[in-house]
């Protein structure tokens, strides 16, 4: 399983973009990523995912370079509702199952 | 709420008890996940389950634990002679595992366990 660096924290101000990279540098060719997020006593929740290039949807965006191995979250105006951790994670679904391995993740605060 | 349930929320015992904790997940999921995250940490994975059989296990899950997927739908994870080591927060995760693609695994609210 790939193994994903991260930053251990960010501060944002609210309605900033804010980015998040993650280093993914031994990325297996079928591996896709995927960001999760999670609020304290929550179970983490699934934000995004991509395999090449640019993915968008209604809460994020994704962008991966011709490498693969890095991969940045970007979110667009953030507000206090997104003080969370985020996890990026590298995996694909084979014959087996598709286990995910965390990280510590990235603690994003945002601040009024 | 992502369509995964778990029960009960909050479970605080004695050491040396047992423990049993349900999952039920998105009703379609054929792939179920049990994860523990303890405070500060990522979820680290524990067991899987393709329909009923239990396909994976971590390291992590001494024999004091046993997982079940009784006809591959809600599945039970029981810790037997609890320890204080145990306390955390277990995550169920469900997802529709299709070979060759991205997979999205659906999370429930998790159980967290005290073990005094």
């Known amino acids: 399983l790939a193994k994903t660096t991260q930053p251990i924290s960010m501060d944002s101000y609210e309605g900033q973009e804010v980015n998040i990279t993650c280093s993914h540098n031994n990325i297996a060719t079928n591996d896709y990523i995927t960001w999760y997020q999670q609020f304290p006593s929550q179970g983490p929740r699934f934000i995004i995912q991509g395999y090449k290039t640019k993915v968008t949807n209604e809460v994020a965006s994704l962008f991966i370079p011709a490498d693969r191995k890095s991969s940045t979250l970007s979110l667009p105006r953030v507000s206090l509702s997104d003080t969370a951790v985020y996890y990026c994670l590298v995996g694909a679904s084979g014959a087996g199952s598709y286990q995910l391995t965390f990280g510590k993740g990235t603690k994003l605060s945002v601040i009024p | 709420d992502t369509g995964v349930s778990q029960n009960p929320r909050h479970k605080i015992t004695k050491r040396g008890q047992n423990v049993t904790f349900r999952c039920d997940p998105i009703s379609e999921h054929n792939r179920l996940y049990w994860y523990r995250q303890t405070l500060g940490q990522g979820p680290e994975f524990l067991t899987y389950f393709q329909n009923e059989a239990q396909l994976e296990k971590s390291r992590l899950l001494s024999d004091r634990f046993s997982a079940e997927r009784p006809k591959g739908s809600f599945s039970t994870l029981e810790i037997q002679r609890t320890e204080q080591g145990d306390s955390a927060m277990y995550l169920c995760?469900?997802?529709?595992?299709?070979?060759?693609?991205?997979?999205?695994?659906?999370f429930g609210p998790g159980t967290r366990l005290l073990v005094l």
């Open positions: 995760a469900s997802s529709l595992g299709v070979q060759g693609a991205g997979e999205t695994q659906y």
